[in-house]
């Protein structure tokens, strides 16, 4: 069982419209919790990073939230752009980073 | 600032071959990550340099994969022989530190393995 598992796999949405992306992961402590954009062909980009005492982080139009009794996360985009179609994945470090396997946004016009 | 680099961008070879990898991290950078990803997935750590010295191998399949960082500066991932499991994305990071800081990738190669 992965350690970070996210949810949905894949979400297909309309440009404007608002998503939030889901993480659960079990381990516990940790450093902290990154949220980072893949597009195709490239790698990953950080988004936000948040220490296990911190509750929200924004980067734009990009939120994260953290629930460290419920051991979940969340994404928030708002507004969204075509150019927000990527995999979007969820970090723990440990410090070793262990990864979700993401979510792939789809972003139509 | 300049980022990661990686070359070659794409490798196609038949299983048996040997293949090699390079990466030239961002500068000033003292910590060096090899990472593989197979598609559909996340990455996974494969090798993490601390300037020249290897902090952490143990997913690195050692029968077939090595790598260096001669210099504490540019590294190189060597696969031989390849495997068909090996076709994935390959991808370096680096950052400043050895702890829980920002890392940063670069653009990856993609290796498929006939």
């Known amino acids: 069982k992965n350690q970070v598992e996210q949810s949905p796999q894949s979400l297909i949405i309309l440009e404007g419209k608002n998503c939030t992306l889901q993480?659960?992961?079990?381990?516990?402590?940790?450093?902290?919790l990154r949220w980072y954009k893949q597009d195709t062909g490239r790698g990953p980009v950080s988004l936000t990073i948040?220490?296990?005492?911190?509750n929200t982080k924004s980067n734009g139009r990009y939120t994260a939230t953290l629930d460290a009794d419920t051991k979940q996360s969340s994404l928030h985009i708002t507004a969204s752009q075509l150019s927000d179609s990527a995999s979007y994945i969820c970090?723990?470090?440990?410090?070793?980073?262990?990864f979700g396997e993401g979510t792939q946004l789809t972003v139509n016009p | 600032e300049a980022g990661v680099a990686q070359s070659p961008r794409y490798k196609i070879i038949e299983k048996r071959q040997s293949v090699a990898f390079w990466c030239n991290p961002i500068?000033?950078?003292?910590?060096l990550y090899w990472y593989q990803q197979i598609l559909g997935q996340g990455p996974k750590l494969l090798i993490q340099?601390?300037?020249?010295?290897?902090?952490?191998d143990s997913q690195l399949p050692k029968d077939r994969f090595s790598a260096e960082r001669l210099k504490g500066v540019d590294s190189t991932l060597k696969i031989q022989p390849a495997k068909l499991e090996d076709s994935a994305v390959y991808l370096c990071?680096?950052?400043?530190?050895?702890?829980?800081?920002?890392?940063?990738f670069g653009p990856g190669t993609r290796l498929t393995v006939t």
């Open positions: 990071a680096s950052s400043l530190g050895r702890g829980t800081g920002e890392q940063y």
């Open positions: 993480c659960n992961y079990t381990v516990s402590p940790f450093s902290n």
């Open positions: 948040m220490t296990f005492s911190e």
């Open positions: 970090v723990v470090a440990l410090p070793r980073l262990t």
């Open positions: 500068s000033g950078h003292a910590t």
């Open positions: 340099f601390q300037n020249n010295g290897v902090v952490d």
